[in-house]
T-cell receptor, first 112, second 118 residues
Framework: KNQVEQSPQSLIILEGKNCTLQCNYTVSPFSNLRWYKQDTGRGPVSLTIMTFSENTKSNGRYTATLDADTKQSSLHITASQLSDSASYICVVTPEAGTALIFGKGTTLSVSS | GAGVSQSPRYKVAKRGQDVALRCDPISGHVSLFWYQQALGQGPEFLTYFQNEAQLDKSGLPSDRFFAERPEGSVSTLKIQRTQQEDSAVYLC????????????????FGEGSRLTVL
């Protein structure tokens, strides 16, 4: 079983709409939780990093939340743009060890 | 350079060939990571260097995989006797900060090297 599960697997929304992506994890204890955006054929680019004590972190139209009690995180995208079409990956950093644990990602398609 | 640079971007190898993938991290970044990303999957950890020391190679899938970073900057991932299951994108990432054994800082990824084994 994956230690980082993301849902939905894929999502299609209209330009201008909002959406929320989910991440459930079992990694414990953990140091931080990250969200990355990966365009097709490119490397992942960091959106947010939250330590276990943080509840929310924003980066422009992207807002990530973290509930360490329920081991859930979400990424909310506001007023989506065509350029938001990409894979969004949730990543958990274990407290010990350098092997970050990646989810499989949610593929978001924004259409006009 | 301004970012993490990887080469080649694309590599096609016949089964059984050896390949070498290069990573140029961001200047001054002491930490360097290699990840393997299969189609439709998230990246999976292969190995980690702090300067020239390979501190974690627990993710290397077999002894056909070998990585080095002899001078603490450029790193090479070598795959010997390639197999079809080695086909994937190999991502390199670098970071300034690893604190207490945990990756606490920003991780910057290269564009990846896409390996196709026929």
């Amino acid at each position: 079983k994956n230690q980082v599960e993301q849902s939905p697997q894929s999502l299609i929304i209209l330009e201008g709409k909002n959406c929320t992506l989910q991440c459930n994890y079992t990694v414990s204890p953990f140091s931080n939780l990250r969200w990355y955006k990966q365009d097709t054929g490119r490397g992942p680019v960091s959106l947010t990093i939250m330590t276990f004590s943080e509840n929310t972190k924003s980066n422009g139209r992207y807002t990530a939340t973290l509930d360490a009690d329920t081991k859930q995180s979400s990424l909310h995208i506001t007023a989506s743009q065509l350029s938001d079409s990409a894979s969004y990956i949730c990543v958990v950093t274990p407290e010990a060890g350098t092997a970050l644990i990646f989810g499989k990602g949610t593929t978001l398609s924004v259409s006009s | 350079g301004a970012g993490v640079s990887q080469s080649p971007r694309y590599k096609v190898a016949k089964r059984g060939q050896d390949v070498a993938l290069r990573c140029d991290p961001i200047s001054g970044h002491v930490s360097l990571f290699w990840y393997q990303q299969a189609l439709g999957q998230g990246p999976e950890f292969l190995t980690y260097f702090q300067n020239e020391a390979q501190l974690d190679k627990s993710g290397l899938p077999s002894d056909r995989f070998f990585a080095e970073r002899p001078e603490g900057s450029v790193s090479t991932l070598k795959i010997q006797r390639t197999q079809q299951e080695d086909s994937a994108v190999y991502l390199c990432a670098s970071s300034l900060e690893v604190t207490g054994g945990s990756v606490t800082g920003e991780l910057f990824f290269g564009e990846g090297s896409r390996l196709t084994v026929l």
